[in-house]
């Protein structure tokens, strides 16, 4: 079917550049690719710089690089990604690549930047995203940053979101159990036992020491205010983290541990 739906992005330059040598001209040409039912006109070169997959295609020899993306009927047709993602990827092109505010692009916008680099091997533009996800601040719930660390493969996010998940006061909600799923939903709970269960332990034997007067923190029993989107406010973090972090490593199952956790 043609289509004939060119989506309007009001930052977005469309047009050609009339004086590039030949020499670097296909490099610059636009492309079509289609994402769902639209078709975007996109400056080819930002495509070859960052993405190794769009590197390799439009690179082939005369004849078929030239042709694909060329034309509404050749347009390069990008499964599986939404038109919010694909945008999302533009936006960081023409807006936002070189702009030192980096709240011109929202959380939920750099989930969808991760996403779009990781698929299209834009090793740079990923390693950003990450940077920003990590960087964001309120934080990143971790419920959602585990299942990004897993969907996107970032497993240096795995264990420090189960340390604040073990640290929170509250247990696991039953739609964040849904979430992670069954295996790793009861490694975390066996977790947050084994934590209390040694820290109950402990504060027992100062109390009944002679000589024992420090004051003892114990973790709030009381919820703490629901989340709200993808973000999370700072709470106490009532236990070491890195015993936390030594009781996760000796009870997870290696699958679910990073690797060199």
């Known amino acids: 079917m043609k289509l004939s739906i060119f989506k309007k992005i009001p930052w977005l330059f469309c047009g050609y550049i009339r004086s590039c040598s030949s020499t670097f001209s296909p490099r610059f040409l636009s492309t079509l690719p289609q994402v769902e039912d639209c078709l975007y006109r996109v400056h080819r070169y930002f495509l070859i710089r960052e993405s190794q997959f769009f590197s390799t295609m439009f690179e082939l020899p005369s004849g078929t690089a030239h042709t694909e ?63 920003e996800i990590d960087q964001h601040r309120p934080r990143i719930n971790p419920i959602e940053k585990i299942i990004l660390g897993f969907r996107f493969h970032v497993p240096q996010w795995l264990l420090p979101s189960y340390v604040a998940i073990c640290q929170r006061g509250h247990p696991l909600e039953v739609e964040e159990a849904h979430k992670l799923g069954l295996e790793l939903s009861v490694q975390l709970a066996s977790a947050r036992e084994a934590i209390r269960l040694e ?63």
């Open 69 to 131: 993306g060329g034309f509404d009927q050749a347009a390069v047709v990008l499964p599986d990604v939404t038109c919010k993602e694909f945008e999302c990827l533009l936006k960081f092109f023409y807006d936002s690549m070189h702009d030192s505010d980096a709240d011109r692009i929202t959380l939920a916008e750099w989930v969808d930047i991760l996403s779009m680099s990781t698929r299209f091997i834009c090793d740079k533009i990923r390693d950003h995203a990450i940077r």
């Open 199 to 261: 820290s109950s332990i402990r504060l027992a034997q100062r109390a009944n020491g002679a000589r024992s007067q420090a004051a003892v923190t114990t973790p709030s029993s009381e919820r703490s205010a629901p989340w709200v989107g993808l973000t999370i406010l700072d709470e106490p973090q009532p236990y070491d983290g890195s015993r936390v972090a030594e009781i996760i490593r000796s009870t997870f199952p290696q699958e679910l541990l990073p690797q060199n956790a």
